[in-house]
């Protein structure tokens, strides 16, 4: 009895011996042959439908819209949408994907993207946080701040921006963007009035080219930075801290209706 | 029939800068039981592991039926059953799976001989029970049939009682007698006590560090060693009379110490008639100690 | 011959020892698909629907924004960059790398298993194949049987080659019974892609070929079945040379070990890709992650892996043939 449970053992073990050896043969030669590229572009499966319930709300951009300096991780897209859930019985939807760093060159790349335009044709609501990154270069270009240099920089951030809105007003018209404007971190400091004057202009350019758009909103938060900004601002002196962020949050709220 | 079947020339080994085994010759014949005889740390189980393989050897040659050990291991190792230090067998299978388990490592094994083995050191009742539930004396009559398994001419077998008990001692021991005398097997039987090879040995070896002391039959052995112990007043004048007629030790108890002899009944009369009253005279088997006192002259066993 | 490794079969059987290397295997996979389960419940918690490309997208902007946090570590930037555009390369193919159902269930668990839980598996088996007899006393009834040496140690090692066999097809197959039982058993034909490449922290797609699921499991548990049977070889000799089973797992278990921290360590020590436990992640390469030092190929590693196998064959039969048994 125990005899025939061990050969029984024994040659299902031959076989699975038999079985992994041509697997591993398999990779091998699979490896050895090196084929080029069988990968077409498959075509595009079924669209998806989404099954709409409720409302869907993208957010694209850079650190702010993931959040970066809020102690509670939110950002003030987390706090936009605890607001909005206090104010309406829908149900709420949320893709958020913010980038830390990303600049307007990247935004419009990741636009690109079909799945972010899927996402994109289905959103009631678009909130965007870019140019910061353009601008600041993580803080140097406005250490010495040389004045082409910075009209270069805009002009490449408006050029940017503006295929952006074109891409996503081709694939959604009814969806209200709300473009979230700079403020100055470095308000603070010396050359305040330099700085101030360049994050004025930036924004000046960004809302120009908003109004071009229907059912586009800029959202200033300049002024909320304006008077007390070390206490609206994280350990970097850069990023907002929560409370910055629930400012931030409040502003956009008031703005969205459905 | 008195075939050699096992023999052993020269045999050494040396572990780092120690020579352990210093040279032994001897050489068993078939149908008889040899002793090796030796206190622990003789190297008796260094030189039984050079005869069954499991140590090779730095000199000197192993001959089992004609074949050498290290040369045709394969067939010198058909022709040898052995049981080195404790049977081991795994515990977790039954007797007749272990026996079954050797015996597939047998070139061309019958088994009806299984059955055979199982009966001639009487385990069928317990053949399927797990090991692990076996006495002592079990196991080692488990590591006998293992032994048997392969029809060996030769059987060694380390400090076979160890462990057993007094009955067991006495059931291996005809069962030894037995696989000799009517199965023409050589055994080789390696023990530190005396008593044991007396009882059931033909010849014996004695082994002290390394060397062989003496080999001769197991009678020649005792006789030659045997020894009286008088118990005398006055001391002094009893000893001057013995030793008219014999060897006298005096030993730490103030007795007399003399030779076995087919004379003591002539030495108790001259005592006697002169005077010295003999409370006791007693026949005392010397221990393995005194034999190696005597055999070494005097070299302590360790 | 056959009989020699029929006893060795035997003793393993009846150790226990495939019983209870399943019941780990059940248990833990168990342990998985719970935690998998729940991962899939919090995605459709969060993201409201489950297309996969809005998981997968959401996924990118993940990895890209650890990116960008500092202090993290040049070899786990590398790794994310490259998952970042192989994410992306799926997405942009419309090809799901995560088609739902057991199948994929079981590709990932072995992509998961092979660098340590296999191996420690295998150990279980092979760690006492040797030492164990020498422990219990057994070897010297072993080696005083009318067989040579060698061909007790071949039939030991013959019967290590089956148990890994049958215990990587058995992990195989729990993974998708009880991944199954919750995910569903679908998915062998879902499209899966391999031959990514990896030149310089860039992906490199010219070889990319697209292949059915089945096809990838089966190249994979190839891979995790030569690797189980490497890790098997010298967890064998180290049963050889090691009287007492516990000091042969033990030092195994610190070289796997040492292996998954410097394979995040290495990348600037050329010489560490000769080590075999730096090595042992194959399945990476059919997946296209970036090897732990650059340069390293499944070819490459296979190779280092195979040498280091003979070698320590060579080390068990040499010194088993002449060792002196006391």
């Known amino acids: ?258 | 029939m008195t075939e050699i079947t096992l023999s052993i020339k020269g045999l050494r080994k040396r572990i780092g800068k120690r020579e352990i085994i210093k040279g032994l010759d001897f050489e068993l014949k078939s149908g008889e039981v040899f002793g090796f005889l030796g206190p622990n740390g003789a190297g008796k189980t260094t030189t039984i592991r050079m005869l069954v393989g499991l140590i090779r050897p730095t000199a000197g040659s192993i001959h089992v039926c004609g074949y050498d050990v290290k040369r045709d291991f394969v067939k010198a190792m058909s022709h040898l059953g052995c049981i080195v230090e404790n049977p081991e067998l795994y515990p977790y299978l039954t007797g007749m799976e272990n026996l079954q388990h050797f015996s597939r490592m047998i070139p061309d094994f019958d088994s009806k001989h299984l059955e055979y083995v199982v009966k001639l050191v009487r385990l069928q009742d317990r053949i399927n029970d797990p090991v692990k539930t076996y006495s002592l004396g079990m196991r080692q009559r488990l590591g006998i049939a293992q032994a048997l398994l392969g029809r060996p001419k030769v059987l060694i077998l380390d400090e076979p009682t160890n462990g057993l008990d007094p009955m067991g001692i006495r059931e291996m021991r005809e069962f030894i007698r037995f696989l000799a005398e009517k199965e023409g097997l050589t055994v080789l039987v390696s023990s530190h006590l005396l008593s044991e090879i007396q009882l059931m040995c033909d010849r014996v070896a004695v082994i002290s560090k390394g060397r062989v002391i003496k080999v001769d039959t197991v009678s020649n052995l005792l006789n030659f060693q045997e020894q009286l112990v008088w118990k005398v007043t006055p001391v002094e004048k009893g000893r001057k009379l013995l030793q008219t007629a014999t060897s006298v030790i005096l030993d730490e108890e103030k007795q007399l110490v003399t030779p076995l002899s087919e004379n003591s009944s002539v030495w108790n009369r001259m005592l006697v008639e002169n005077g010295v009253e003999v409370h006791e005279i007693q026949r005392k088997v010397p221990t393995l100690e005194d034999l190696f006192l005597e055999l070494t002259g005097g070299e302590s066993v360790e | 011959m056959n009989k020699l490794i029929h006893n060795e079969m035997l003793k393993i059987i009846r150790k226990r020892k495939l019983i209870v290397v399943i019941a780990i295997m059940a248990v833990l996979i168990s342990l998985f698909t719970y935690a998998q389960f729940r991962e899939v419940q919090r995605q459709i918690e969060k993201l409201g629907d489950v297309d996969w490309r809005t998981t997968l997208q959401q996924q990118i902007v993940d990895t890209q924004n650890r990116l960008t946090s500092s202090g993290i570590s040049d070899e786990w930037k590398a790794q994310l960059q490259i998952r970042v555009q192989q994410q992306q390369y799926y997405l942009d193919n419309n090809i799901n790398p995560a088609e739902p159902g057991a199948p994929t269930f079981v590709r990932s668990f072995a992509q998961e298993s092979i660098t340590l839980f296999v191996p420690l598996l295998i150990m279980i088996v092979a760690a006492d194949i040797v030492s164990s007899e020498r422990s219990a006393g057994t070897v010297k009834l072993l080696l005083t049987r009318p067989v040579k040496r060698w061909k007790i140690l071949l039939s030991k090692y013959v019967a290590l080659l089956l148990s890994i066999s049958i215990i990587v097809v058995l992990m195989g197959l729990l993974a998708y019974v009880i991944s199954g039982v919750v995910f569903g058993f679908g998915g062998w034909k879902a499209p899966i892609l391999t031959g990514f490449t990896s030149i310089g922290g860039e992906l490199n797609t010219s070889h990319v070929q697209l292949i059915d699921q089945w096809q990838y499991i089966l190249m994979e548990f190839g891979l995790v079945w030569f690797v189980a049977i490497v890790v098997g070889t010298l967890s064998f000799m180290l049963s050889v040379l090691l009287k007492s089973t516990s000091a042969s797992m033990g030092v195994m278990l610190a070289a796997l070990i040492a292996g998954l921290i410097l394979s995040n360590l290495v990348s600037s020590w050329q010489s560490a890709k000769y080590l075999f436990m730096i090595n042992l992640d194959l399945t990476g390469y059919l997946a296209g992650s970036s090897p732990p030092v650059p340069g390293m190929t499944l070819l490459f590693s296979i190779g280092v892996l195979a040498v280091w196998a003979v070698i320590a064959l060579f080390v068990s039969f040499s010194v088993f043939v002449r060792q002196d048994v006391y």
Do not use: C
């Open chain 1, 1 to 258: 009895m125990n005899k025939t449970y061990v050969t029984i053992v024994s040659f299902l073990s031959i076989g699975a011996f038999l079985v992994l050896l041509f697997g591993f043969s398999w990779t091998i030669q699979n490896q050895l042959s090196k084929e080029k590229s069988t990968v077409r572009e498959q075509p595009q499966v079924e669209e998806i439908v989404n099954e709409k319930e409720g409302k869907t709300i993208v957010a694209l951009g850079d650190s702010l819209t993931r959040g970066t300096g809020d102690e509670e991780g939110k950002g003030y897209i987390g706090y936009l949408v605890e607001e909005l859930e206090e104010k309406t019985d829908e149900k709420l939807t949320l893709h958020n994907y913010g980038v830390k760093g990303y600049r307007s060159e990247q935004l419009l790349n990741q636009v690109k993207g079909d799945t972010i335009q899927n996402q994109i044709k289905d959103a009631d609501v678009i909130i965007m946080t870019i140019g910061g990154n353009d601008l600041f270069q993580g803080g140097q270009t406005l250490v010495s701040p040389k004045q082409d240099e910075i009209s270069l920089l805009k002009d490449q951030y408006v050029r940017n921006l503006k295929e952006t809105m074109e891409l996503i007003k081709s694939i959604n018209q009814d969806a209200v963007i709300f473009l979230v404007g700079l403020y100055n971190p470095f308000i603070d400091l010396e050359d305040a009035a330099t700085t101030t004057a360049v994050v004025r202009d930036w924004n000046y350019s960004t809302n120009l080219l908003l109004d071009q758009y229907p059912n586009t909103v800029f959202v200033p938060t300049f002024d909320l930075f304006q008077l007390k900004v070390n206490d609206y601002l994280f350990s970097d002196k850069f990023h907002p801290n929560s409370k910055g962020y629930q400012l931030i949050a409040e502003r956009v709220a008031s703005l969205i209706t459905w």
